[in-house]
């Protein structure tokens, strides 16, 4: 991808290393018709270009009342306090990765490998459990706890009129001990994602993947990580 991407109705791509910073993981904007909602926010450097690529569609910034962080990392972290502090916006995370989120661990952010002072930020919506859906603006968010690339990864869906979108962070790993990895665990995961039959992929790192090609993609994962 090399400009803002519509990936379905209501769904894009607003960064990544291609379209912000070379740093950034993906991230994503559902357009939940009385409010906007960011999956991740990359690391933080690129902000200025995710916001123009948002205007870019026609929508704006400031309506991002929600940030979903899949998980602790810098790449997907960095700009939570860019949002934090220009528009207000709410941060969603599962407990597990709070303490990376919240500053109390930095060395879960995995900040040292970008070179990154990381900021921390309050995380407004802790989420536990396997499950859990919250309605944001019009649209229900699907938020699944699914570990092992870190302790608190979650994946996030949305079913829309052309089909049902995944958001599958970092499904490819990498993996380290150092910031609680785990394969078995991410095993399961990885099936619990096939188990939903996505019609779109949305990745943290390789970008969009569509119909059969989503099964192909995570299994050909699975067989590079046995147990």
């Given at each position: ?39 991740d926010a990359g690391v933080g450097y690129g902000n ?43 941060i969603i995370a599962h407990e597990l990765d709070r ?90 995961s990885m099936r619990k994602l096939l188990d939903l ?31």
């Amino acid at each position: 991808m090399s400009k803002a991407t519509t990936i379905c109705d209501g769904v894009y791509a607003v960064g990544g290393p291609d379209l912000s910073r070379p740093e950034d993981a993906y991230v994503y904007l559902v357009d939940a018709k009385s409010c906007l909602v960011l999956i991740d926010a990359g690391v933080g450097y690129g902000n200025d270009k995710i916001e123009r690529n948002i205007r870019s569609h026609g929508l704006e910034p400031a309506q991002v009342w929600y940030v979903i962080a899949t998980h602790c990392h810098i790449d997907h972290i960095g700009g939570l306090h860019l949002w934090r502090d220009r528009y207000a916006s709410k941060i969603i995370a599962h407990e597990l990765d709070r303490a990376g989120i919240e500053g109390e661990n930095d060395s879960l952010t995995a900040a040292s490998m970008y070179g990154v002072n990381y900021r921390p930020v309050k995380v407004d919506t802790i989420l536990s459990g396997e499950q859990n859906q919250l309605r944001l603006g019009e649209t229900d968010f699907n938020l699944l706890h699914t570990p092992g690339h870190t302790p608190g990864s979650i994946s996030v869906y949305i079913d829309t009129s052309e089909g049902r979108v995944l958001f599958g962070q970092d499904i490819h790993g990498p993996f380290s001990p150092s910031w609680g990895s785990d394969i078995r665990e991410w095993r399961r995961s990885m099936r619990k994602l096939l188990d939903l039959e996505a019609d779109f992929l949305c990745e943290g790192h390789a970008g969009i993947y569509r119909g059969e090609k989503i099964r192909e993609y995570i299994e050909g994962y699975l067989n590079r990580y046995p147990e």
